[in-house]
């Protein structure tokens, strides 16, 4: 029971760091440090007294993401109001139903009193997943003009859909703002790819060998959770020898 809580706990600030976008130190001190590493990021970097409810929901997220969902299509029930609905279709994007997240975040556009900006971000990730690039495309162009956009993972989406639909140039510009040594790495590998793809062999290779002298200095925790992108840029360094 012990082992199970410990992971549980793991799990969650594994989760939150993530979702909060901590920087990777934070990754090494809740793995390596047992049961002290995950209570000192909790007390440092999660808990206030206001936050108690709001951590109890998360790990509920992390552990049984389906009855947040009907908790939540309970609530929305009970009161359909913006925050329940951005609520709701969070909770969808991360449980991976794509298409009920998309229907929900379209609604929350209906009000025209809230910022549209948080549920067009999310839409430009769903669209994504979907394969749908011309809503992909559509609805980067609504924000790309905002601070927010800039270097995001909606903006690299947005190149790759541009990529999907023939617009080459368009999207390499989009593309190369994720390019940042030690960091992005299965983004840049991406990028890597496009370049290989597009007659710009020495462009890609230059990138691949950069990633991968990098990653020589990577912890061990990050050498884990960076492994299948690092194993793939050697395996295509080594096609092009």
Same mark, same amino acid.
């Given at each position: 029971?012990?082992?199970?809580?410990?992971?549980?706990?793991?799990?969650?600030?594994?989760?939150?760091?993530?979702?909060?976008?901590?920087?990777?130190?934070?990754?090494?001190?809740?793995?390596?440090?047992?049961?002290?590493?995950?209570?000192?990021?909790?007390?440092?970097?999660?808990?206030?007294?206001?936050?108690?409810?709001?951590?109890?929901?998360?790990?509920?997220?992390?552990?049984?993401?389906?009855?947040?969902?009907?908790?939540?299509?309970?609530?929305?029930?009970?009161?359909?109001?913006?925050?329940?609905?951005?609520? $709701?279709?969070?909770?969808?994007?991360?449980?991976?139903?794509?298409?009920?997240?998309? $229907?929900?975040?379209?609604?929350? $556009?209906?009000?025209?009193?809230?910022?549209?900006?948080?549920?067009?971000?999310?839409?430009?990730?769903?669209?994504?997943?979907?394969?749908?690039?011309?809503?992909?495309?559509?609805?980067?162009?609504?924000?790309?003009?905002?601070?927010?956009?800039?270097?995001?993972?909606?903006?690299?989406?947005?190149?790759?859909?541009?990529?999907?639909?023939?617009?080459?140039?368009?999207?390499?510009?989009?593309?190369?703002?994720?390019?940042?040594?030690?960091?992005?790495?299965?983004?840049?590998?991406?990028?890597?790819?496009?370049?290989?793809?597009?007659?710009?062999?020495?462009?890609?290779?230059?990138?691949?060998?950069?990633?991968?002298?990098?990653?020589?200095?990577?912890?061990?925790?990050?050498?884990? $959770?960076?492994?299948?992108?690092?194993?793939?840029?050697?395996?295509?360094?080594?096609?092009?020898?």
């Amino acid at each position: 029971m012990y082992y199970f809580l410990l992971l549980a706990l793991k799990a969650y600030c594994i989760y939150h760091a993530f979702k909060n976008n901590k920087p990777f130190y934070w990754y090494l001190i809740i793995f390596i440090v047992p049961i002290l590493g995950p209570l000192i990021y909790i007390i440092t970097q999660v808990y206030n007294r206001n936050d108690t409810q709001k951590i109890q929901e998360e790990i509920t997220t992390v552990l049984n993401p389906t009855k947040r969902i009907k908790d939540l299509e309970a609530k929305l029930k009970f009161i359909d109001t913006y925050t329940n609905r951005i609520d $709701l279709a969070d909770a969808y994007y991360a449980n991976k139903d794509f298409d009920k997240a998309v $229907l929900n975040y379209n609604i929350t $556009l209906e009000d025209t009193v809230q910022d549209p900006l948080y549920a067009r971000q999310k839409l430009i990730l769903c669209y994504f997943q979907l394969s749908d690039y011309n809503a992909v495309i559509t609805q980067a162009e609504l924000i790309k003009d905002k601070h927010e956009f800039k270097g995001s993972k909606q903006q690299f989406c947005y190149g790759l859909a541009l990529n999907e639909l023939g617009k080459r140039e368009e999207a390499e510009v989009q593309l190369k703002t994720i390019d940042r040594p030690y960091s992005n790495y299965a983004e840049r590998l991406e990028l890597a790819k496009f370049y290989l793809d597009n007659n710009k062999a020495s462009e890609g290779k230059a990138l691949l060998n950069e990633i991968s002298m990098e990653s020589k200095s990577l912890t061990k925790p990050n050498q884990k $959770l960076y492994g299948s992108t690092i194993v793939e840029v050697e395996r295509l360094l080594s096609s092009l020898k």
